[in-house]
């Protein structure tokens, strides 16, 4: 299994999101988009300034992030083995000064290890809510709300494949004023 697979929930990991001075520019090329990157209707979506960025609604919210519940599976996910992930570590540095004879490890052994287990698991539930807060979907949600509190339209697009990625790129870099994407 991918690494990607076992951390995140969702179908789509990158949302790339295109910039247009108005809406009938993206709708053309959101028609054009879903030909050439063969995109299906679920993964293209057109935010405007109907869509007031400054109160959100759900509406908005499923634009920007349409799998609510693979959202849900990625902090699930992202928390479990993260966290197991970090234990072991603490485990495993544990038995290294073990074997090296350090004597604050070896006089209470019980005690070390579940500290540096503790300590490593812990760490590792930090950088698994770091995952799931996705930092880089932040870089793309606000400036699509930037610009459509200025009154332009974002296409945004949630790829599938690496294939619909790099060809929804290509069109909308073509097409449109800024494009930005998630990792």
Do not use: C
């Not at 698994?128 to 880089?136: E, I, K, Q, V, W």
């Not at 949630?158 to 069109?171: D, I, N, V, Y």
């Amino acid at each position: 299994m991918r690494l990607k697979q076992l951390l995140f929930g969702e179908r789509s990991l990158t949302k790339v999101a295109a910039l247009f001075a108005s809406k009938a520019q993206a709708e053309s090329v959101a028609q054009e988009l879903k030909r050439a990157a063969q995109v299906d209707d679920a993964q293209v979506y057109l935010i405007g300034p109907e869509d007031d960025a400054a109160a959100p609604t759900p509406a908005f919210s499923r634009k920007l992030e349409p799998e609510q519940a693979g959202i849900w599976r990625t902090m699930i996910r992202t928390h479990l083995v993260m966290g197991f992930v970090g234990g072991a570590i603490g485990v495993l540095i544990w038995l290294g000064l073990m074997a090296a004879g350090n004597p604050a490890v070896r006089s209470t052994p019980g005690m070390a290890l579940f500290g540096f287990v503790a300590f490593a698991g812990a760490i590792g539930l930090l950088l698994g809510g770091l995952l799931t807060a996705r930092p880089d979907h932040s870089r793309v949600i606000s400036t699509v709300r930037r610009a459509i509190r200025q009154g332009r339209w974002a296409l945004v697009v949630h790829p599938l494949t690496p294939q619909q990625l790099h060809a929804a790129m290509r069109e909308l870099r073509q097409r449109s004023e800024r494009v930005v994407r998630s990792l």
